[in-house]
């Protein structure tokens, strides 16, 4: 027979509430203790015409190199290099005109001294993020931001966990102090992360319109229409005045509508006008939320709701499912 946690004296809601209780003390304490140093932190990457070099070994680590990835998605030009490998070939990736970020709990990682050490000997900035004041990595570089005195999660203390966190919200607050101060936009995020939802959610228009349009003029007969909308397997047809305007649309609805006769009419006769529309420049998902507050499959783009301006574009709800944005 095997006991359960809760016989063995243990809860584990209870444990689980108390870790994300203490790391959230912890970050409450770290965001009072940041000073002058996280702002010379920034104004250092911001002036480095290079890369922020991030660093760190073990549970560090894991850290740097998702800070690292954080830099770079967000304007900073970033990259983890690992201290081990550093020591064996890789201190040429760290040039004059980068920064170095290292991380270490201690500061005293042994594996990072030569990764310290040839930015002291090139004279590349080093920012040190540890939490002893007295340590080597902070005694030695040229930021030395303090992580404050907090327990670790676990009751033993020695499992890195409270402090994994604090580095790592230091990260994410360096990374975002830098993205504001280069206005750093949604449409810079967008090209950074052209693939998953993220990038689907950002996407405009333009990048997803088809510019082969099923465009007839309003006097030509239904029977044109028809073939319009067979032809390029929209489902719809635009209609246009003579020198080019978007002035209304034919859709399925139109045609059963008019099913009587309906190659006796004009695509003018038929059509529904004023059109719901969509700019070239707007984003994917505003066309999405068209689409589905009207329950239809396609969009007409036009530079502006003005009906004596041409279509620019079609986008159809298919384009959208290609591209991740439902």
């Known amino acids: 027979m095997t006991s359960s946690t809760t016989d063995m004296g243990t809860d584990p809601l209870s444990t689980g509430k108390r870790v994300v209780a203490r790391e959230a003390e912890a970050l409450t304490i770290l965001a009072g203790a940041l000073n002058g140093t996280?702002?010379?932190?920034?104004?250092?990457?911001?002036?480095?015409k290079g890369r922020v070099i991030v660093s760190g070994m073990g549970k560090?680590?894991?850290?740097?190199?998702?800070?690292?990835?954080?830099?770079?998605?967000?304007?900073?030009?970033?990259?983890?290099v690992h201290p081990a490998e550093a020591s064996h070939g890789d201190l040429g990736m760290v040039m004059q005109g980068d920064v170095v970020l290292v991380l270490s709990n201690s500061g005293e990682t042994s594996e990072l001294a030569d990764i310290i050490a040839h930015t002291r000997r090139f004279e590349i900035p080093l920012i040190g993020?540890?939490?002893?004041?007295?340590?080597?990595?902070?005694?030695?570089?040229?930021?030395?931001?303090l992580l404050p005195d907090a327990p670790e999660a676990c009751e033993t203390g020695i499992v890195p966990t409270t402090s994994t966190t604090?580095?790592?919200?230091?990260?994410?607050?360096?990374?975002?102090?830098?993205?504001?101060?280069?206005?750093?936009?949604?449409?810079?995020?967008?090209?950074?992360?052209?693939?998953?939802?993220?990038?689907?959610?950002?996407?405009?228009?333009?990048?997803?319109?088809?510019?082969?349009l099923p465009l007839i003029e309003a006097s030509r007969p239904m029977s044109e229409a028809l073939l319009a909308i067979s032809r390029h397997g929209y489902g719809v047809v635009g209609i246009t005045s003579p020198d080019g305007a978007l002035q209304g649309i034919i859709t399925d609805g139109d045609l059963r509508r008019h099913m009587e006769g309906l190659l006796?009419?004009?695509?003018?006769?038929?059509?529904?006008?004023?059109?719901?529309?969509?700019?070239?420049?707007?984003?994917?998902?505003?066309?999405?939320?068209?689409?589905?507050?009207?329950?239809?499959?396609?969009?007409?783009?036009?530079?502006?709701?003005?009906?004596?301006?041409?279509?620019?574009?079609?986008?159809?709800?298919?384009?959208?499912?290609?591209?991740?944005?439902?």
């Open 38 to 48: 996280f702002t010379q932190a920034v104004d250092l990457i911001l002036a480095s």
């Open 60 to 80: 560090s680590g894991h850290i740097a190199r998702k800070i690292a990835a954080t830099f770079a998605s967000t304007g900073t030009p970033a990259l983890f």
């Open 129 to 145: 993020v540890a939490s002893r004041p007295d340590s080597t990595l902070l005694r030695t570089a040229d930021v030395a931001i």
């Open 166 to 212: 604090m580095t790592l919200a230091l990260g994410d607050a360096l990374a975002i102090a830098l993205m504001e101060h280069r206005s750093f936009t949604p449409e810079h995020f967008r090209i950074f992360h052209p693939g998953g939802k993220l990038g689907a959610k950002l996407l405009k228009v333009r990048d997803l319109m088809h510019t082969d």
């Open 264 to 326: 006796s009419y004009t695509a003018e006769q038929v059509m529904t006008r004023n059109p719901r529309t969509v700019r070239p420049d707007a984003l994917a998902e505003v066309a999405l939320a068209a689409m589905n507050d009207r329950k239809i499959t396609c969009l007409f783009v036009k530079d502006g709701p003005e009906p004596d301006l041409p279509a620019e574009g079609i986008l159809h709800i298919h384009d959208l499912l290609r591209a991740g944005v439902v």
